[in-house]
């Protein structure tokens, strides 16, 4: 059992960050549970079966929390540490494929949905955006920080054009905070906050 809750303790630090705070600690539980409770809550409101709401779950457990914690400083500086270079970030981004469940979760309900385009295509932009973005951030460090702020409010503003998600609508307002605003710029932080002790 110890070894069990040591390798817990060495996985949520690497997740949170080694030099996470206790308050980085209590809101980074606190918005994974807001997120775990509110959206599989509005994913039935909005017509999603049982699957669905577990999906919007899990969805919202990676994408709540994670939009927080990456953008604090404890994590931004784990995932700018030496040794962590543009491939470790293309690595992190290419896992979240997101935007295909997403499309799954709205193709099971009924009603009518925000988007207007096909959800094969929706998912595609989104998908395809949040790569582009992150190869543009890590190919020009000197201009990380605007071009993290910038290619988040792009995302936000594809996914207006594209039409939200009927059962996620808060999905771009995490996706894009947590990995291009958080993880691949580090934006809300200085070269200084971020180099080595």
Same mark, same amino acid.
């Given at each position: 059992m110890?070894?069990t809750?040591?390798?817990?303790?060495r996985?949520?630090?690497e997740?949170?960050?080694?030099?996470?705070?206790p308050?980085?600690?209590?809101?980074?539980?606190?918005t994974?549970?807001?997120?775990?409770?509110a959206?599989?809550?509005?994913?039935? &409101?909005?017509g999603a079966?049982? !699957?669905r709401? /577990?999906?919007?779950?899990? +969805?919202? *457990?990676? #994408?709540?929390? =994670?939009?927080?914690?990456?953008?604090?400083?404890?994590c931004?500086?784990?995932?700018?540490?030496?040794?962590?270079?543009?491939?470790a970030?293309?690595?992190?981004?290419?896992?979240?494929?997101?935007?295909?469940?997403?499309a799954?979760?709205?193709?099971?309900?009924?009603?009518p949905g925000?988007?207007?385009?096909?959800?094969?295509?929706w998912?595609a932009?989104?998908y395809?955006y949040l790569m582009? &973005?992150?190869?543009?951030?890590? !190919?020009?460090? /000197?201009?990380?920080?605007? +071009?993290g *702020?910038? #290619?988040?409010? =792009?995302?936000l503003a594809?996914?207006?054009a594209?039409g939200p998600?009927r059962?996620?609508?808060?999905?771009?307002w995490?996706?894009?905070?947590?990995?291009?605003l958080?993880?691949?710029s580090?934006a809300l932080?200085?070269?200084e906050?971020?180099?080595?002790?």
């Amino acid at each position: 059992m110890t070894g069990t809750v040591a390798t817990l303790r060495r996985a949520w630090g690497e997740f949170v960050g080694p030099e996470a705070t206790p308050v980085n600690h209590a809101l980074t539980a606190l918005t994974t549970l807001v997120g775990a409770v509110a959206a599989p809550a509005a994913a039935r &409101a909005r017509g999603a079966d049982s !699957r669905r709401a /577990a999906a919007a779950f899990l +969805l919202a *457990v990676d #994408l709540s929390g =994670g939009a927080y914690v990456n953008n604090t400083r404890a994590c931004a500086r784990w995932y700018e540490r030496p040794g962590q270079g543009d491939g470790a970030h293309y690595a992190f981004a290419s896992l979240h494929v997101h935007p295909a469940a997403v499309a799954w979760l709205d193709a099971g309900t009924a009603g009518p949905g925000g988007r207007r385009v096909h959800p094969a295509v929706w998912a595609a932009a989104q998908y395809g955006y949040l790569m582009a &973005a992150t190869v543009v951030v890590r !190919r020009n460090p /000197a201009r990380r920080r605007v +071009l993290g *702020v910038a #290619l988040t409010a =792009g995302g936000l503003a594809l996914d207006a054009a594209l039409g939200p998600s009927r059962v996620a609508p808060w999905f771009a307002w995490t996706y894009y905070p947590k990995l291009v605003l958080g993880h691949a710029s580090a934006a809300l932080w200085s070269d200084e906050d971020l180099a080595p002790a």
